[in-house]
């Protein structure tokens, strides 16, 4: 198994530097009070399409050679990485496929739509998901570029961590959501080179635990029909992933949907930022677990801001 090293990352970075943005690190007074502790979250909710997918996207269409390119890229995704590869084909200005569920929040169809890519609309299962690409990939030799079970893709999801701790190199613990495990896996490679000290916390919904599972009996137990405000969360990990996470990450918390619903509100509002369910997952693991972080500094990616703004999910009905 070809496992990316920090080497990698950094390759990625300076390949992909140009064409995301570095992303800002905030903290709020009144966060910190009530974590106990210095927290200091990474933005990815002001990255391109909003969302650190665009990083690992954007790396691993770059990498395309003139010939595959111009095949076009294709995936299948329930929004971020979806809106990301679409964003990512046009600099290189090639044809970009999606299959996305019906049930995709309807943001997040209008985000790929908008960046020009041809969605394929298919059933909720990860089954119809898969067989619908292999359709879509049969019919136009697109590559199909996986949301997170790639090599380039991590590297490029990696270069989050890489610039928090370039900015905050005295944080002592990184909280992190995982679904997949793209996020997770290129932020721990790189905080684990930095500084092998500061630990790395994988952050899970309950109701979405394969991870949390995998993490503990040492073997992939896959996500059975994960039900969870995070959608973007509910994905299992891959056989890349889990191994860079067993190797990497210190500890995998889960919170409920009603801590992540907590998190979400305090992050809207007290620092006047929109973040979706799925990036609130972090600041959830740390309220929960207040002794982990008190007293000290840690960081928190904040992975996206692709909010369904006319259903948000602590809104009263």
């Given at each position: 198994?070809?496992?990316?090293?920090y080497?990698?990352?950094?390759?990625?970075?300076?390949?992909?530097?140009?064409?995301?943005?570095?992303?800002?690190?905030?903290?709020?007074?009144?966060?910190?009070?009530i974590?106990?502790?210095?927290?200091?979250?990474?933005?990815?909710?002001?990255?391109?399409?909003?969302?650190f997918?665009?990083?690992?996207?954007?790396?691993?269409v770059?990498?395309?050679?003139?010939?595959?390119?111009?095949r076009?890229?294709?995936?299948?995704?329930?929004?971020?990485?979806a809106?990301?590869?679409?964003?990512?084909?046009?600099?290189?200005?090639?044809?970009?496929?999606?299959?996305?569920p019906?049930?995709?929040?309807?943001?997040?169809?209008?985000?790929?739509?908008?960046?020009?890519?041809?969605?394929?609309?298919?059933?909720?299962?990860?089954?119809?998901?898969?067989?619908?690409?292999?359709?879509?990939?049969?019919?136009?030799?697109?590559?199909?570029?996986?949301?997170?079970?790639n090599?380039?893709?991590?590297?490029?999801?990696?270069t989050?961590?890489?610039?928090?701790?370039?900015?905050?190199?005295?944080?002592?613990?990184?909280?992190?959501?995982?679904g997949?495990?793209?996020?997770?896996?290129?932020?721990?490679?790189?905080?684990k080179?930095?500084?092998?000290?500061?630990?790395?916390?994988?952050?899970?919904?309950?109701?979405?635990?394969?991870a949390?599972?995998?993490?503990?009996?040492?073997?992939?137990?896959?996500?059975?029909?994960?039900?969870?405000?995070?959608?973007?969360?509910?994905?299992?990990?891959?056989?890349?992933?889990?191994?860079?996470?067993?190797?990497?990450?210190?500890?995998?918390l889960?919170?409920?949907?009603?801590?992540?619903?907590?998190?979400?509100?305090?992050?809207?509002?007290?620092?006047?930022?929109?973040?979706?369910?799925?990036?609130?997952?972090?600041?959830?693991?740390?309220?929960?677990n207040?002794?982990?972080?008190h007293?000290?500094?840690?960081?928190?990616?904040?992975?996206?801001?692709?909010?369904?703004?006319?259903?948000?999910?602590?809104?009263e009905?």
């Amino acid at each position: 198994m070809n496992i990316p090293k920090y080497q990698n990352i950094q390759e990625a970075h300076d390949r992909i530097r140009m064409h995301i943005h570095r992303t800002p690190v905030l903290s709020s007074t009144g966060v910190n009070a009530i974590a106990g502790s210095t927290l200091y979250f990474k933005c990815e909710n002001f990255q391109k399409t909003e969302a650190f997918k665009y990083r690992g996207a954007t790396n691993a269409v770059i990498l395309l050679t003139e010939s595959v390119a111009s095949r076009g890229v294709a995936t299948h995704s329930s929004g971020n990485h979806a809106a990301a590869l679409a964003r990512a084909s046009q600099i290189r200005n090639i044809p970009c496929f999606i299959v996305m569920p019906r049930t995709a929040p309807k943001n997040k169809i209008t985000a790929v739509r908008s960046y020009g890519a041809i969605i394929t609309f298919c059933e909720p299962t990860l089954d119809d998901r898969e067989k619908t690409l292999e359709k879509i990939i049969n019919l136009t030799d697109a590559t199909f570029i996986h949301p997170y079970d790639n090599f380039n893709v991590i590297c490029g999801q990696g270069t989050a961590a890489k610039e928090l701790l370039e900015d905050h190199p005295d944080i002592e613990a990184l909280f992190v959501p995982v679904g997949g495990g793209g996020i997770l896996s290129g932020s721990a490679i790189s905080i684990k080179a930095l500084n092998h000290h500061i630990k790395v916390y994988g952050c899970e919904p309950d109701n979405a635990d394969d991870a949390y599972q995998s993490f503990k009996k040492g073997r992939i137990i896959p996500s059975v029909n994960p039900v969870t405000i995070a959608d973007g969360l509910l994905t299992s990990l891959s056989e890349l992933t889990f191994e860079i996470i067993r190797n990497h990450v210190d500890e995998i918390l889960t919170v409920s949907d009603d801590d992540i619903l907590s998190a979400m509100k305090i992050i809207w509002e007290r620092m006047k930022i929109i973040i979706e369910p799925s990036a609130a997952v972090g600041i959830a693991a740390v309220m929960k677990n207040p002794h982990l972080v008190h007293g000290k500094k840690a960081g928190v990616i904040l992975t996206g801001g692709n909010a369904d703004l006319s259903n948000l999910p602590f809104a009263e009905k």
